[in-house]
């Protein structure tokens, strides 16, 4: 409903809401694709002059949502950007990277044309950045996913490597098997926390790491077998519930059903590795008392990776808080249910 605070000859219009319905604004905002600028008043009313002064402390975007009450729990929330190789001649070599701001998992990639379209579709992007003068276009992508053109300095290679570098708080790539050939992907993940920082002001604190995507350690899956086998997505409704994670996802927590998530996008293909997992599997199939307790313990956590994130941006509720608190208090609990076991990944 439209109002006026300011009484005056140059009254401004205000269009308002009560405070407590912000989520529910913000949630019908995002799903139609829109970006928001939250606007919040930094005078005190009763000393201020006229119109309350206000200015912008965040600016939310379907790839930026860091709130719970606006996210999926069993699902991450990617920001990707994509780059394509600066040489015109060679349009079959791209950057991508891609970011969980509500749990500060990243990721890069150096892949060719098909594997950007197949990864793409596996990771269910909620929002893309692309290069404003880049005139190659990405493939097609699903409905729902929104493109955000950024300037062309932001892609830059030097300022991506100085940013890379002071968020997670080193001196080079090296340590995390990035170098020179990655190129356009450190431009990309360069894209992608400027992005962030601009958005949400000091919400990188919690990016610590960074992961190479290698297609020799997961199996690739083609956009048409994804479809088919539904594996996250139902064909006809698009809906989890009958698809293959919907089908087998028993997770008692938010983490372990994102975790699960991730693992179907990108199955293993290293023998020790797979073995590995199922010898923990067994381990938790074999001592059913064991399951029962670590599943119970497990119910006492919250969903600790998002609340850390919503405290590195410096909006986190008290009851938040004291969410962190009660999984921090549970864990010692779960670590002494897991020790002197046989499997070496619940050692």
């Known amino acids: 409903t439209l109002t006026s605070r300011d009484k005056s000859e140059n009254a401004v219009a205000m269009a308002g809401f009560p405070h407590h319905q912000l989520d529910g604004y913000l949630n019908k905002l995002i799903k139609q694709g829109f970006r928001v600028a939250v606007c919040e008043q930094v005078e005190v009313p009763k000393v201020a002059k006229g119109l309350v002064k206000r200015e912008i402390s965040q600016i939310v975007s379907p790839g930026t949502v860091t709130d719970s009450a606006l996210l999926e729990p069993t699902q991450c929330n990617y920001l990707a950007a994509v780059v394509c190789h600066s040489s015109r001649n060679n349009t ?14 990243f990721f890069l990639a150096q892949v060719d044309r098909q594997t950007l379209a197949d990864l793409l579709a596996r990771l269910q992007v909620s929002e893309i950045l692309l290069d404003e003068t880049d005139p190659d276009a990405i493939p ?5 996913t929104r493109i955000t053109t950024r300037p062309a300095w932001s892609f830059g290679g030097e300022h991506a490597l100085g940013l890379l570098t002071t968020t997670l708080g080193v001196a080079a790539l ?7 050939s990655d190129a356009e992907a450190i431009r990309a993940a360069g894209a992608i926390l400027q992005y962030v920082k601009e958005s949400h002001h000091n919400a990188l604190a919690h990016i610590d790491s960074i992961e190479k995507y290698r297609s020799s350690v997961h199996v690739e899956i083609d956009q048409a077998t994804w479809r088919s086998l539904e594996v996250s997505q139902t064909i006809r409704a698009g809906h ?10 028993r997770c008692v927590t938010p983490m372990g059903a994102r975790q699960l998530g991730s693992w179907l996008a990108a199955p293993l293909r290293e023998k020790e590795k ?17 399951q029962t307790d670590v599943r119970d313990q497990l119910k006492t956590v919250f969903d600790l990776q998002r609340l850390i994130a919503r405290v590195s941006s410096g909006r986190s509720s008290p009851r938040e808080l004291l969410n962190i608190a009660r999984t921090l208090a549970a864990l010692p609990q779960l670590k002494a249910r897991l020790t002197a076991r046989r499997s070496e990944l619940l050692q």
Not at 174 to 180: K, L, P, S
Not at 274 to 290: G, H, M, S, T, Y
């Open 92 to 105: 079959n070599e791209f950057g991508l990277s891609w970011l969980d701001i509500s749990t500060g998992q």
């Open 140 to 144: 097609s992508l699903g409905e729902g």
């Open 174 to 180: 090296d340590g995390f098997g990035i170098d020179d």
């Open 240 to 249: 989890q519930q009958g698809s293959l994670f919907g089908v087998i996802n």
């Open 274 to 290: 797979i073995r590995k997992r199922q010898d923990a599997v067994a381990e938790f199939v074999e001592n059913k008392p064991l």
